[in-house]
């Protein structure tokens, strides 16, 4: 298993470009969810989804996007960048919704909006 | 708001024993709590959880206090390789059936040789 595979790993954007981090698990995981993480406020929760088609938001989610069209995939996009969104964005999945089950967390995309 | 709060940094020596805090005492009777560490530019990763009772695995020990409104990760010999940011953290019922996961912000673990 290759477990939660994030691309790209780093990427620069002028402000109001807008861009797709992509995020699959080959677990056959339910539950996914997309966390940025910025110096001294560890990681916050942008959205997440508890299965295809059913998605809803975190405690930061503004300025993102997503989707789930299968169990595989939960692509994020970012509809105009700005540089608050400067940050390390981790895709993270797990095999149920509730808090019984761990957390399988990707590698992570380095994000610099200019 | 729910917090989870743990110490910014802590100190070990190598091959002793490690107590790592975190206190969430706003936690409901639900709550999940679970731990991570980090290397740097790594992706977290799951350490240990549970819900009431003390668990122990493979890696460390998790202790609940009774109450529940603190919790404590135990290394109980730590090496080199556990030098890295430990996260507290709290999965908690969010409605419409799913959970979230509420991150402290981290305890910074030094192993000293």
Request: net charge neutral; aromatic share 10%.
């Amino acid at each position: 298993n290759a477990g939660v595979t994030q691309t790209p790993k780093f990427q620069v954007l002028k402000t109001g470009q807008s861009m797709t981090l992509q995020c699959a698990q080959d677990m056959n995981h339910e539950y996914m969810s997309w966390y940025r993480q910025d110096p001294g406020m560890g990681l916050r929760l942008i959205h997440y989804s508890v299965g295809a088609g059913i998605t809803d938001q975190g405690e930061v989610p503004n300025g993102y996007n997503v989707s789930r069209s299968t169990t595989e995939d939960f692509p994020l996009r970012l509809l105009s960048a700005a540089p608050s969104q400067t940050s390390v964005y981790f895709c993270a999945s797990s095999y149920g919704t509730r808090g019984a089950y761990e957390q399988y967390f990707g590698p992570g995309t380095r994000l610099t909006v200019t | 708001d729910a917090k989870t709060t743990q110490p910014n940094s802590m100190e070990s020596n190598e091959e002793e024993p490690v107590h790592l805090p975190c206190n969430h005492s706003t936690i409901s009777g639900t709550d999940y709590i679970h731990w991570y560490r980090q290397l740097p530019s790594q992706g977290p990763e799951y350490v240990i959880h549970g819900l009431t009772s003390n668990v122990n695995n493979r890696m460390a020990s998790l202790a609940i206090a009774e109450d529940r409104k603190s919790s404590t990760l135990i290394l109980h010999r730590a090496t080199l390789r556990d030098a890295a940011v430990y996260y507290c953290s709290r999965m908690g019922y969010s409605g419409a059936g799913s959970y979230q996961l509420t991150f402290g912000k981290g305890t910074k673990l030094s192993v000293i040789p």
